[in-house]
């Protein structure tokens, strides 16, 4: 497929351009290399994406793979890099360039004044190569160097300001958290050979789909790779990195939340889906952790007061929704959620970067309000941006989170019943953010409010564009019962093929999906006005953090104590471990033994030192010990 192989090194081109020429490139052509790379990927993505498209309307399966060269050949193992283009990476390589340039371009007005602008954009650059490379890999190996790549590249973004500690922690944490997944997917990666034979899609997938159902080789396999998808996707137990990731230019935040990173889990496992279609208990572990997460979240983000956290928490709420929908075989919806949550995430985070802009690096939305007046582009976009997360229509999260709540209805009243309440604290803590920064009065200093002024456009055209998709991005799958043709999931068909015949058919009638609709929309919206009613005809702000919080506010306050908790069981012991070993191991058992061994050198050539002083009385008291000592051997010997 001509031009394939340039959608993944052009942005690599980007990086070792900008990354040389740091020094002696002017900003305008960085700004230039780095976007331009990007938005020719995009170009050639759409491309690419054409011709899946009209192999998929003349009835073809639509699937291509393209060998750049033979990588690894050792006894029977073979590993080429290759790429594999379908409807499903055709698809997300229209989000990772073309989300990924309107950050790009973002990035120029937002980190205009800052010293490491060359190498902001180098980063920016790499780590659209490696997510490239994730979802293009035909083969696991592959996928797995764009994995590890977009996770090295997120410990250099999050920690970019890395002069302060706490970013730096946060980059680290970041790092450590995905390694802890990542472990998975390589045992993972070692089970699937050892079982086919093969890391190639082609060959595994074919020979997974004669397996029976609930084979304990394809249970392991995919739970290894679930822990994987936990840690890279932020889902329970391995969340705590995320939030934290805040602390990187909100460009990064924008490009992890959105497009990139975070989606990779959800992506890896549509992916695999036949291995995990045939693992029911796979399933059902990733239904229970994924909601599980949403709800925890969701309640977590109800009383956080810095705008990105919000967000953050949010995010992690929204993944945990893609993951009940993996959980519940919604596949394509949770795709769908994946592209929607693209939209309109990307969106709230460039539009949270605009109002941090203007509120001069202020976070805390207690200090904020009535910025709508002052930032009316940010304020719509950011409007249409909630709407959309909330699930009111016709925006897009409406049919997303709708399509994957209609199939966990399906496959259990319970998963619908807590995922409808993780839907109504969405609407809640979103409409609060947007109330506390947009509306009642202005609560910062007159510093502050002197300094606030709408954002260039270099920031604020993405935000319009993004408030766009936002708007219809939903009307990509609209379902039956509202008169759609289903439009994405006829498209992605024949990646869920083999994993549709092998599960239950999902089968609502008209009349229960309008019921479920009915009461979501109806609920979402009660909850906007209440929060509403607390926020701007109360007037009601946040307490401070040293102001005392009882019962359940408290634990959601302190984000349910879930950091303090690894502290005290995998931090502390750990530290003390580490102690120990330096100070008892290394400094006095390794460091002890090395020492005595030189010491003990030492003093035996200082002792040998003494035959080759000069002393002439040395030397024949030496000569008769050794003329006696030949006497009494020669003695014994004869």
């Known amino acids: 497929m001509t031009g394939l192989i340039w959608i993944v090194l052009l942005p690599l081109l980007g990086f070792i351009i900008n990354g040389l020429g740091r020094h002696i490139l002017s900003r305008t052509v960085v700004s ?17 994406f054409g011709i899946v498209k009209a192999a998929r309307q003349a009835g073809e399966e639509a699937s291509f793979t393209q060998t750049i060269f033979d990588w690894i050949s050792a006894g029977s193992l073979h590993i080429s890099l290759s790429f594999l283009v379908d409807p499903l990476s055709a698809t997300m390589l229209l989000i990772v360039t073309g989300i ?9 007005g937002y980190m205009k004044h800052d010293e490491g602008f060359a190498k902001f954009f180098a980063y920016l650059n790499l780590f659209i190569f490696f997510m490239l490379l994730l979802v293009l890999g035909s083969n696991y190996v592959v996928m797995f160097i764009g994995w590890e790549g977009v996770g090295l590249c997120s410990y250099l973004l999050i920690g970019f300001w890395y002069q302060k500690s706490a970013y730096a922690s946060a ?15 390589l045992l993972a990666v070692f089970l699937l050979f050892t079982t086919f034979g093969s890391l190639e899609f082609s060959q595994i997938f074919p020979r997974a789909e004669a397996m029976a159902s609930g084979d304990t080789t394809l249970f392991f396999i995919t739970l290894l790779l679930f822990i994987a998808a936990t840690g890279k996707s932020a889902q329970i137990p391995l969340f705590t990195w995320l939030p934290d990731a805040m602390a990187g230019p909100t460009p990064v935040s924008a490009l992890i939340h959105a497009a990139t990173m975070v989606t990779a889990g959800i992506y890896m496992i549509a992916r695999s889906n036949i291995m995990f279609a045939l693992s029911p208990v796979t399933m059902e572990i990733i239904a229970v952790i994924g909601l599980a997460t ?8 109800v009383t956080q007061n810095d705008i990105k956290k919000v967000l953050a928490y949010s995010t992690v709420s929204q993944l945990g929704y893609m993951f009940l929908g993996l959980g519940v075989g919604a596949f394509t919806g949770a795709f769908f959620h994946v592209i929607t949550h693209a939209f309109f995430k990307a969106l709230l985070f460039l539009g949270a970067g605009s109002v941090i802009h203007a509120m001069n690096d202020e976070q805390d939305m207690r200090v904020m309000g009535g910025l709508r007046t002052k930032l009316p582009i940010t304020f719509t976009t950011m409007a249409i941006g909630t709407i959309a997360i909330a699930g009111i229509p016709p925006f897009a999260g409406f049919f997303s989170k709708d399509e994957i709540l209609a199939h966990a209805f399906a496959h259990n009243k319970l998963l619908w019943i807590l995922g409808f309440i993780g839907a109504l604290f969405t609407s809640f803590y979103m409409f609060r953010m947007l109330f506390l920064t947009f509306f009642g009065k202005f609560r910062g200093s007159a510093q502050q409010q002197a300094h606030l002024h709408e954002s260039p456009l270099s920031m604020t055209l993405p935000l319009i564009v993004l408030a766009a998709l936002s708007a219809i991005g939903g009307f990509l799958n609209v379902p039956e019962a509202l008169g759609g043709n289903t439009s994405l999931a006829n498209f992605l068909a024949p990646v869920f093929a083999a994993s549709t015949a092998k599960t239950d058919s999902f089968h609502l009638s008209h009349q229960t999906e309008y019921i479920l609709m009915a009461v979501s929309i109806v609920s979402v919206i009660v909850l906007a006005i209440y929060a509403y009613i607390q926020y701007v005809s109360k007037s009601a702000i946040p307490a401070s953090d040293e102001e005392p919080r009882n019962g359940l506010a408290r634990l959601s306050y302190h984000k349910f104590y879930v950091d303090e908790l690894y502290d005290f069981l995998v931090v502390r012991p750990l530290n003390a471990l580490s102690t120990f070993f330096f100070s008892v191991v290394d400094n006095k058992g390794i460091d ?3 020492n005595a061994v030189g010491k003990t050198v030492s003093n035996a050539g200082s002792m040998l030192r003494l ?11 030496f000569m008769v010990i050794g003329i006696i000592a030949l006497l009494t051997y020669g003695l014994f010997i004869i």
């Open 100 to 108: 990924g340039f309107l950050i790009h371009v973002y990035a120029i």
């Open 611 to 621: 035959l080759q002083q000069g002393n002439i009385g040395y030397y024949i008291l």
């Open 592 to 594: 002890g033994l090395v």
């Open 294 to 301: 949403a709800l925890l979240a969701a309640f977590i983000a």
């Open 32 to 48: 230039i290399i780095g976007c331009g790379m990007v938005a020719v990927s995009f170009l050639l993505s759409c491309k690419v």
């Open 171 to 185: 980059a680290k944490k970041a790092f450590v958290m995905n390694r802890i997944g990542d472990l998975g997917f």
